[in-house]
C-alpha cells in the first residue's frame, strides 16, 4: 500500500489560495495576530487587450466576491480591503487551527513574503488539476495580459500575443521552480527575462539599477489558455489574445529542453557584482537567460 503523502491533502481550493499566496502573500503573525495578507495589484485603472479595454478595480472586485466565498467554505475568515492602487485580501485566524498550520507548514515557516516563497514541494507531486489551480492562483495575482505584451517586431508581419508573470526580482529562485511545474503540464515556456543587468540593460546605458526590476516570464496566449484565470477580464483578455495567435500562427514551439539554439555574446556590466544578487549568481557573466536558469537549479540543467 503506498504512504500518505502530502500532496495527496491538496484540494484544488488550497492549491489556489498557495497559489495567491505564494504570488503576493505576506504572512504576519505573533501570539495576537494571525493574518495572510494578499495584494491584487494594478498599476492603472485601464488595461487594454486589441479592441477590448477593461476597468480593472472593478473586474478585479467583482471576481474576487467569488474568490471570497470560496475561502470562507474552507473556513476561513477573510475580508477585502480596497485601496486605490490594489484590492487586498486579508485572511485571518484567532487560533493556530489545522488550516493555518497546514498552510503555514506548505509555504514554509521561515519563509514570510513573496519576496521569498516557493512553489511548495508538494505541488510538483499533485495532480494535474491541482497544478493548474496553483499556477491560476499565482497568475490571478502576478500575470499581466496585454496587446503590448508581443513577440515580433517586424511592421510587416503580425504580433504573437503572450501573458507576462512578473516576479518581484527579490525572488530568483521562483521563476525556474513556475517553469518546471508550468511545463509539466505541457505549456511551454517562451523566455524568461530575468531582472539581470545582462539581460535588461546589456550595454549600460540606462544606469541607476534600471535592470533590478520585477522577472517576466512569457508564455504564448494561446498556450496559456491551458491554465487561464479567474480574474475575468484577465480572462476575456486572454480569450481575445489567444484566438489572434491561432489566426496568424500554427506553428507550436517546443518544451525548453535547457539547450541554447544561439548564441549572442554580451558585453560585461559593472553590476555583475551587486550585492542584491543571489550568491549563485553574483559575479557571474550571462549571455542569455538559460544559464540563468542552469544557476539556479533549473530542472533541464541540473
Not at 85 to 93: E, R
Not at 148 to 164: A, E, H, L, M, T
Not at 245 to 259: Q, V, Y
Not at 269 to 282: C, K, V, Y
Request: proline share 4%.
Amino acid at each position: 500500500m503506498e504512504k500518505n503523502k502530502i500532496s495527496n491533502f491538496l484540494t484544488p481550493d488550497i492549491s489556489y489560495l498557495l497559489g495567491l499566496i505564494t504570488g503576493r502573500g505576506e504572512i504576519q503573525y505573533n501570539k495576537d495576530v494571525k493574518k495572510i495578507i494578499i495584494d491584487f495589484e494594478y498599476k492603472t485603472l485601464k488595461s487594454t487587450a486589441i479592441t477590448k479595454t477593461f476597468d480593472q478595480k472593478l473586474h478585479i472586485q467583482t471576481s474576487l466576491d467569488k474568490v471570497v466565498v470560496r475561502l470562507q467554505n474552507m473556513g476561513i475568515n477573510v475580508v477585502k480591503d480596497v485601496a486605490d492602487k490594489k484590492i487586498s485580501l486579508v485572511l485571518k485566524w484567532d487560533r493556530e487551527d489545522i488550516a493555518w498550520l497546514f498552510i503555514k507548514f506548505l509555504i514554509n515557516g521561515t519563509r514570510f513574503s513573496y519576496h521569498d516563497f516557493q512553489v511548495p514541494e508538494p505541488i510538483f507531486e499533485s495532480t494535474q488539476e491541482n497544478k493548474k489551480e496553483f499556477l491560476r492562483g499565482v497568475s490571478d495575482v502576478t500575470a499581466y495580459v496585454r496587446a503590448s505584451n508581443y513577440y515580433g517586431f517586424s511592421k510587416d508581419q503580425p504580433k504573437r500575443y503572450r501573458v507576462y508573470i512578473e516576479v518581484t526580482n527579490k525572488n530568483w529562485h521562483l521563476p525556474p521552480q513556475l517553469c518546471q511545474l508550468i511545463q509539466s503540464l505541457e505549456i511551454p515556456v517562451q523566455n524568461i527575462n530575468y531582472g539581470h543587468p545582462n539581460l535588461r540593460d546589456p550595454n549600460n546605458k540606462k544606469g541607476n539599477r534600471f535592470w533590478a526590476k520585477e522577472h517576466q516570464m512569457k508564455i504564448f496566449a494561446d498556450d496559456f489558455q491551458e491554465i487561464g484565470f479567474y480574474i475575468s477580464h484577465k480572462e476575456e483578455a486572454l480569450l481575445e489574445l489567444a484566438e489572434s495567435n491561432r489566426e496568424n500562427f500554427d506553428t507550436p514551439i517546443d518544451l525548453c529542453d535547457g539547450t541554447t539554439k544561439r548564441n549572442k555574446t554580451k558585453p560585461s556590466h559593472p553590476d555583475e557584482n551587486d550585492d542584491s544578487l543571489p550568491s549563485e549568481i553574483r559575479s557571474k557573466h550571462f549571455n542569455g537567460f538559460k544559464e540563468i536558469c542552469n544557476c539556479l537549479n533549473c530542472y533541464k540543467q541540473n
